[in-house]
């Protein structure tokens, strides 16, 4: 059998990981600037982490969400207290899709209405409602385009305002930092402005930060440079370092309902013993002010490279937008100087490494990156 070829690839077998770097087949070592897509959190192969898989493997792999998971109420508790959501409920499914599909479809039996307002360049997801949600015609098939979803422009708060003002919205559903948007930021202004019009007309607030979340901005959640408090909040891929899972975190006024939503699969024994084991290393290690200080080095030495026409970001979620396109740029980093980075759109390359991305080799980045550049 062949595989569906949907994915342009790398000519590159990456067989090992260890902290930010990975290794080919060969042998050859990469600097990981790209974290599998903002996904390795606390580190390739990182020692706590795999003890914590190996042994809750031995014990349990998996079962139903029929039966108590004293692992789901674990992972809630810590995630509560790291994230500043202590109040608020979760809900565990399997992928960043998954999250925002549930998140959505929550917003719309809580107020029996079935309009979304989402952003221009918002990425949700592939799912019926998530990639309804997205701004992106070519990954919609023809049986998502359901007419749900109103694209507005990121920062306009007026239209947003406007479109809530029409009665029929069952939700906004906004990025902390839009990621294949090309790293754009939400204001302050902006999203308490939209706070304000859906407690007015009776929307409910969802913030993904499925890939501007757990600790990538330098907070916890890249809403909490603002003074926003969303509804719900959707979570995923650093959520535990590669394993497949993710969450929405809900406000305590929304009363679950036996049976309403459901999922095989999520919050499972081995995802949740990741999850938690993820936690813990933040804690220990200090990941998310790691993130924060590391980060802004970064930028500050990126933004003193005159190629670069722009940097945008906060904390391990970098965008370099350039007047030319990159794929030249990204394939010499990879193939001359080792190193993984990420793209959106044509012009802007990202960086999403590992949260464990120490001083170091975020100097040893910028040298590589100047030399690629021939800077
Ligand atoms: C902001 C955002 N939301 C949702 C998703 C979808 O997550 P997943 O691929 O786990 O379904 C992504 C994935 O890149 C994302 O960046």
């Known amino acids: 059998m062949k595989l569906f070829d949907v994915y342009p690839l790398f000519d590159i077998d990456i ?3 260890e902290g930010c770097n990975t290794y080919d087949a060969q042998g050859n070592k990469y600097l990981d600037l790209y974290g599998g897509h903002a996904v390795i959190s606390v580190g390739h192969s990182h020692p706590h982490y795999l003890k914590a898989l190996q042994e809750q493997a031995s014990k349990l ?9 004293t692992l789901q109420q674990q992972l809630a508790e810590k995630l509560g207290k790291a994230s500043g959501y202590d109040d608020y409920q979760l809900f565990l499914v399997n992928s960043g899709a998954e999250a925002n599909e549930n998140a959505l479809k929550l917003a719309s039996f809580h107020t029996g209405k079935s309009r979304v307002i989402a952003f221009d360049k918002a990425f949700h997801g592939r799912t019926s409602l998530a990639v309804e949600a997205t701004d992106n015609p070519k990954i919609v098939a023809p049986i998502n385009a359901n007419n749900h979803v109103t694209f507005v422009t990121l920062n306009d708060a007026a239209a947003v305002e406007a479109e809530l003002a029409k009665g029929d919205v069952c939700a906004v559903i906004v990025e902390g930092i839009q990621g294949v948007g090309g790293i754009r930021i939400p204001t302050n202004e902006f999203l308490m402005s939209v706070r304000e019009s859906c407690d007015k007309h009776g929307a409910v607030l969802i913030l993904d930060e499925i890939q501007s979340g757990y600790g990538r901005s330098g907070k916890f959640f890249a809403h909490q440079y603002t ?4 509804d719900m909040i959707t979570v995923a891929k650093g959520i535990a370092n590669g394993f497949p899972m993710g969450g929405v975190l809900i406000s305590p006024k929304f009363e679950p309902i036996y049976g309403q939503l459901g999922t095989t699969f999520g919050g499972n024994h081995l995802a949740c013993a990741a999850a938690i084991a993820v936690l813990e290393i933040f804690e220990k290690e200090n990941l998310v002010e790691n993130a924060r200080k590391v980060g802004e080095y970064l930028k500050a030495e990126l933004q003193k490279i005159p190629q670069i026409k722009e940097v945008r ?3 391990l979620m970098i965008g370099m937008e350039f007047d030319y396109p990159v794929k030249e740029l990204r394939t010499r980093l990879i193939k001359e100087e080792k190193v993984f980075t990420g793209a959106t759109g044509t ?7 590992p949260l464990v991305l120490t001083m170091e080799q975020a100097e040893d980045f910028i040298n590589r990156f100047k030399r690629a550049l021939g800077a």
């Open 15 to 17: 067989v090992k990981g």
């Open 61 to 69: 792999v998996f079962y139903s969400n029929s039966v108590i998971n």
């Open 227 to 230: 003074d926003v408090r969303p």
């Open 313 to 315: 970001g906060e904390g």
């Open 347 to 353: 012009h802007v390359i990202r960086l999403l490494p």
